[in-house]
Every structure is written in structure tokens, then in C-alpha cells.
Nanobody
Framework: QVQLVESGGGLVQAGGSLRLSCVAS????????MAWFRQAPGKEREVVAS????????DYTPSVKGRFTISRDNAKNAVYLQMNSLKPEDTAVYYC????????????????WGQGTQVTVSS
């Protein structure tokens, strides 16, 4: 299993930007697909973006396409989420996730979770 530590959350005004980082340890990072999930109060945890192991194919939930970018740096054992044009509805706790499954589309395939980082977007 891989251990994950997120950073980079905070409070930002609508239209602003944040960059989340997640550093992994404990296993071969390049063999894991990575994803960012989020969970708002009273809502289910949803996948925001994912990046596959091997070819780094990315996938985004429709509400963030064109605004968020997921990337990975295997040399640094890190995955990032650049969030631009933030909206109040992006407010949630964001979780880094790792899986040996190629495409992460559901929490059920996640093997490791980070502790979460709060993102709050004010209107």
C-alpha cells in the first residue's frame, strides 16, 4: 500500500485558483493510478479527476473540465490538481487517492486515501 499526504487547500474567492499537492510514499508510485475526490457536507464522495498509471491518461468529471488539471511527477512521487476559475460549488474536502486499477471512477477501487484537505470558495 502507498501512504498519501495532501497539501494546498485553503480559502479563496470565486474566480481564484488553488493548487493541491499529494506526495506518496511506501510503494512504487508509478504503478498506481491516482485521483482526486471531493466530498461536500451531506453529499457522497465523488471523483473529480484521475490520471492513469503508464500512459497518464486523464479523466475529469464534467463540472470541472476546462477549469481543473491533474498531473503527476513520478520522479517526485507526486500528483497535483491545479484548480482555476473556482466556484462556490467547488467547496469540499478534497482527497488524494491511489489504486492499482487503471481507471479510477468510483471510491470502491481506491486502495489508499489521503487525510483530506479543505477547499473553501467564497462568493
Amino acid at each position: 500500500q502507498v501512504q498519501l499526504v495532501e497539501s494546498g487547500g485553503g480559502l479563496v474567492q470565486a474566480g481564484g485558483s488553488l493548487r493541491l499537492s499529494c506526495v506518496a510514499s511506501g510503494s512504487t508510485f508509478s504503478r498506481y493510478s491516482m485521483a482526486w475526490f471531493r466530498q461536500a457536507p451531506g453529499k457522497e464522495r465523488e471523483v473529480v479527476a484521475s490520471i492513469a498509471w503508464g500512459d497518464s491518461t486523464t479523466d475529469y468529471t464534467p463540472s470541472v473540465k476546462g477549469r481543473f488539471t491533474i498531473s503527476r511527477d513520478n520522479a517526485k512521487n507526486a500528483v497535483y490538481l491545479q484548480m482555476n476559475s473556482l466556484k462556490p460549488e467547488d467547496t469540499a474536502v478534497y482527497y488524494c487517492a491511489a489504486s492499482t486499477v487503471y481507471r479510477i471512477a468510483t471510491p470502491r477501487v481506491v486502495g489508499s486515501w489521503g487525510q483530506g484537505t479543505q477547499v473553501t470558495v467564497s462568493s
